[in-house]
Nanobody, 119 residues
Framework: QVQLVESGGGLVQAGGSLRLSCTAS????????VGWFRQAPGKDRETIAR????????YYSDSVKGRFTISRDNAKNTVHLQMNSLNVEDTAVYYC????????????WGKGTLVTVSS
């Protein structure tokens, strides 16, 4: 069994920062792809940041590029998402996901953590 558990969500004021963490059990992040996704109410799920297997530079969506940073701590089998300069539009449920393959397909998903940005 594989479980991904996100943490670090909460309420933050616009302009502030937040760091999300995702820890996996039953799976090793470094063996495949890992990514962060978000879904706001009434909207489709959006890929925010992603690292593919063997990839040197992560992918970031235009909406978060320059503000968010994805990182992976292989020793702790943990993935982080550092979020800076948050704005109200960043309010969403954030999901951590991982894929076993070389490509971007995600096989395992966390249950999400809510990030609410207030003005």
């Amino acid at each position: 069994q594989v479980q991904l558990v996100e943490s670090g969500g909460g309420l933050v004021q616009a302009g502030g920062s937040l760091r999300l963490s995702c820890t996996a059990s039953g799976y090793t992040f470094s063996t495949g792809a890992v990514g962060w996704f978000r879904q706001a109410p009434g909207k489709d799920r959006e890929t925010i940041a992603r690292i593919l297997w063997g990839e040197l530079d992560p992918y970031y969506s235009d909406s978060v590029k320059g503000r968010f940073t994805i990182s992976r701590d292989n020793a702790k089998n943990t993935v982080h998402l550092q979020m800076n300069s948050l704005n109200v539009e960043d309010t969403a449920v954030y999901y951590c996901a991982a894929g076993r393959g070389i490509g971007a397909r995600m096989d395992y998903w966390g249950k999400g953590t809510l990030v609410t940005v207030s003005s």
